[in-house]
């Protein structure tokens, strides 16, 4: 899921306390490094760490092959979010995040809601995030559901974008040596990258978690360092740039205070024993509660307690396709967990 919107520290404010969450991917596999032997708690917590990430992409993988066959031209949004969402629970994961549906000229943050009644059409992206014990595996992929496929190319470009990159980490590239490959691969085609949207590193309970991996060159000579992370190129025929648009659907929690209102209270304390610190939908939330969901949210959210991340739309309104894959960088090489 992109860096635009998704960001923070690894905690979250609890009654004036930080709560933070366990020690983060790229502090574990340094510390491990550096331990000679590693002590048997690190290599536990490393252990379960890299399980978790490698289990979540598998997982991640086979929903993304239900969601390939599953998806068809006139298929309602809500049923496809519910549907996703219920096969990452049957294959042994959690949610992630909400499963982004995003159209046309909106590059990601979308989530439906029980209302909805639009349908899959034109330029469907697809972002999908797992969680196995907090480590998140995050994948995207782009579908044409036109009936000339007049996206195929600007798909493409996404594309072969994320598989310059992926390619590229071999040799230990900076980060605008990364940027500038996927620019170089989306220009290629004739298309433009959009600039102010990136990949990100991933943390237990964190979508982004540090340092973001950007889609343009940035003249930024810094390396990726051990840890988990996230590629994920966004290819338009715009100006290249999104802004910030009407709610996505999709919040997260980021000052645990206790609300006034019974339902905000019920909400918060539900969201927090399932998700911590990632997001969620207000889809969920409605079924879960009912019809005082919205007032209960928009309490919280009036609270300063949740954040609404909004719909990240293409500047000039147009089309935008996307692709992701997630990785874990070792001290000896990548392990790329979500290729198909």
């Known amino acids: 899921m992109t860096e635009k919107s998704y960001g923070g520290d690894n905690g979250v404010k609890n009654q004036g306390k930080i ?15 550096e331990e000679r032997p590693a002590s048997k708690e690190v290599k536990g917590e ?36 519910k549907k996703i969402e219920e096969e990452i629970v049957k ?13 046309d000229d909106v590059a ?16 469907l992206k697809v972002d999908i995030g797992v969680s196995v014990n907090g480590y998140i595996a995050d994948t995207a992929f782009s579908l044409d559901l036109t009936e000339d496929k007049k996206y195929k190319e600007l798909i493409e470009a996404s594309e072969n974008a994320l598989s ?10 900076t980060l605008h040596e990364i940027g500038q490959a996927i620019q170089k691969e989306i220009e290629k ?33 810094n390396k990726i360092e051990p840890g988990a992370y996230a590629i994920e190129p966004f290819a338009t025929t715009g100006e290249g740039k999104v802004y910030d ?40 939330i409605q079924e879960k509660f009912g019809a005082l969901a919205r007032l209960g949210i928009k309490e919280l959210e ?17 089309p935008v396709s996307q692709a992701e894959h997630s990785f874990i960088k070792t001290p000896d090489g990548k392990i790329i967990v979500t290729t198909r």
């Not at 366990?22 to 340094?30: A, G, P």
């Not at 490393?46 to 239900?66: C, H, P, R, V």
């Not at 609270?303 to 000039?316: K, T, Y």
């Open 91 to 103: 294959l042994g994961g959690e949610i992630g995040f909400p499963v982004n549906l995003s159209i």
């Open 46 to 81: 490393l252990n379960l760490e890299l399980e978790s990430y490698i289990k979540a992409g598998e997982i991640a993988k086979k929903t993304t092959e239900f969601a390939k066959k599953l998806i068809k031209p006139g298929m309602s949004l809500l049923e496809i979010a």
């Open 302 to 318: 009036q609270s300063g307690i949740v954040h609404n991340f909004p719909q990240l739309v293409e500047r000039a309104r147009k």
């Open 19 to 33: 709560v933070k969450t366990k020690l983060d991917s790229k502090t574990k596999i340094k510390k491990a490094k």
């Open 189 to 221: 085609k004739g298309f433009s990258p959009i600039v102010n949207l990136s990949g990100h590193e991933l943390g237990q309970y964190k979508v982004h978690a540090g340092i973001t991996i950007p889609n343009c060159g940035n003249n930024n000579q």
């Open 164 to 173: 310059s990159a992926l390619e590229l980490l071999e040799k230990d590239p």
């Open 245 to 284: 648009g009407v709610s996505s659907n999709i919040f997260s929690i980021t000052d645990y205070k206790t609300p006034r209102g019974q339902t905000a209270r019920k909400i918060l304390e539900y969201v927090w024993n399932k998700y911590k610190t990632l997001p969620f939908s207000l889809r969920e």
């Open 108 to 123: 990601a943050h979308y989530h439906p809601t029980i209302e909805e009644t639009r349908k899959a059409e034109g330029l």
